[in-house]
């Protein structure tokens, strides 16, 4: 069995993993363009109210779950992930695209329903992807899975102040038509780049088992199905700060939205290291006990944001976050591949409606907690939201 080290330094020298990295660099850069835009770009270029901006959200949010699901079985069934990769992004370069030309509220949430909701399948295929030239290549797949969605989180660390300062300096249009081109970039380095990743033939060491063509949900256990329980809390929980903390900062503590970019972009920068590290860690330590942790790091960090009232205290806590979102984001993919290990795809994408499903939820529930009760109690409410996850896994964790 080869070593970590040795795992990483041939992954940092493999020209696929290198042109894969390329690849989820420019397609996260986009996104992270165009996710924490649209709020934004609805309210002021297409007038939209508050409602219509949630309903807009869950919409989109519904048609990506679906097609995730749908985009997740078939690419487990045809020859070539890349060509689905290439086709995903090409769709989320078209969505991008509908932001420069369409300002009516319904036609606009159609057709991004359709264009993000299979575009909106790239990450989990990339995650399978990542799996299977990771068995390929004979790479630590869980080290590896890490070290590229690392690369995502460098795209938040790029994209979100890349584009509040094209939409300053030249407008909404300027903006979108950049997260297009990264979109297209991306989608075209898979077409050309990415080496078709078959698994091992069936009966080589590390093999994936053959793929099935019955139920692609076969195998979902009740361990399982509890992680996903799980992983949901974790990401609603998620989404409910990335909606509070500017409001938390600017509204409850008057400090200026320029801290407030300073705070997300250290957590985001934070994150890398610690998904690289503890990636190579968690095959030795325990998946389930990584994800434990990550829920008792998640409740103390909350349980401790609504008595951060100053600038330092609020960057300090950024390293308790961005620990226990580095895990939350990485790992549990890899459980769900290790649990289906015929079914990258649709393992793959189970995570992803996770996310998504995570997000929706979140949404309504910082929104509401916030209407009511104020931003500084929507940690509270995370707090016990991430409490529950902790119980969950910490039952069914492995021993």
């Given at each position: 069995m080869y070593s970590t080290r040795t795992s990483g330094l041939r992954i940092f020298l493999d020209g696929a993993v290198t042109r894969l990295a390329t690849a989820t660099a420019a397609i996260g850069v986009g996104g992270a363009m165009v996710v924490p835009t649209v709020s934004l770009f609805l309210s002021d270029a297409v007038h939209a109210t508050p409602i219509m901006i949630g309903a807009f959200v869950a919409g989109r949010a519904v048609a990506e779950i679906s097609s995730d699901l749908a985009v997740g079985v078939l690419s487990d069934r045809v020859g070539s992930r890349r060509i689905v990769l290439g086709v995903c992004s090409m769709f989320a370069a078209a969505g991008a695209l509908s932001y420069l030309f369409l300002r009516d509220y319904w036609l606009l949430l159609a057709t991004t329903a359709v264009m993000f909701g299979i575009g909106g399948a790239t990450f989990p295929q990339l995650y399978a992807f990542t799996r299977e030239l990771a068995e390929q290549q004979g790479h630590n797949a869980t080290f590896f899975n890490s070290a590229l969605r690392s690369v995502t989180s460098l795209g938040w660390i790029v994209g979100p102040p890349l584009a509040f300062g094209l939409i300053a300096l030249r407008g909404f249009e300027t903006m979108y038509a950049v997260a297009a081109v990264l979109y297209f970039a991306g989608g075209l380095i898979c077409f050309l780049g990415l080496p078709d990743a078959a698994p091992r033939p069936?009966?080589?060491?590390?093999?994936?088992?053959?793929r099935r063509t019955g139920n692609p949900f076969a195998g979902l256990t009740p361990k399982v199905r509890v992680l996903l329980v799980a992983i949901v809390l974790l990401l609603a929980v998620n989404a409910m700060y990335q909606f509070d903390i500017a409001l938390y900062i600017t509204k409850d503590l008057g400090m200026d939205e320029g801290f407030t970019g300073l705070v997300l972009?250290?957590?985001?920068?934070?994150?890398?290291?610690?998904?690289?590290?503890?990636?190579?860690?968690?095959?030795?330590?325990?998946?389930?006990?990584?994800?434990?942790?990550?829920?008792?790091?998640?409740?103390l960090f909350f349980c401790a944001m609504p008595f951060a009232r100053t600038e330092l205290a609020l960057l300090l806590l950024q390293v308790p976050n961005a620990i226990w979102c580095a895990i939350a984001l990485s790992i549990p993919v890899t459980v769900l591949q290790n649990a289906m290990p015929d079914r990258p795809g649709v393992a793959s994408s189970l995570y992803s409606g996770a996310f998504k499903t995570g997000m929706f939820l979140g949404g309504i529930a910082a929104g509401s907690v916030a209407q009511y009760v104020g931003f500084t109690n929507v940690f509270w409410a995370c707090a016990a939201l991430s409490a529950l996850a902790f119980f969950a896994v910490a039952f069914w964790r492995e021993t």
């Open positions: 069936v009966g080589e060491p590390g093999a994936a088992p053959e972009g250290l957590a985001s920068a934070l994150e890398i290291p610690a998904m690289v590290y503890i990636g190579a860690k968690a095959d030795r330590i325990g998946h389930w006990r990584v994800i434990t942790g990550a829920a008792a790091c998640a409740v």
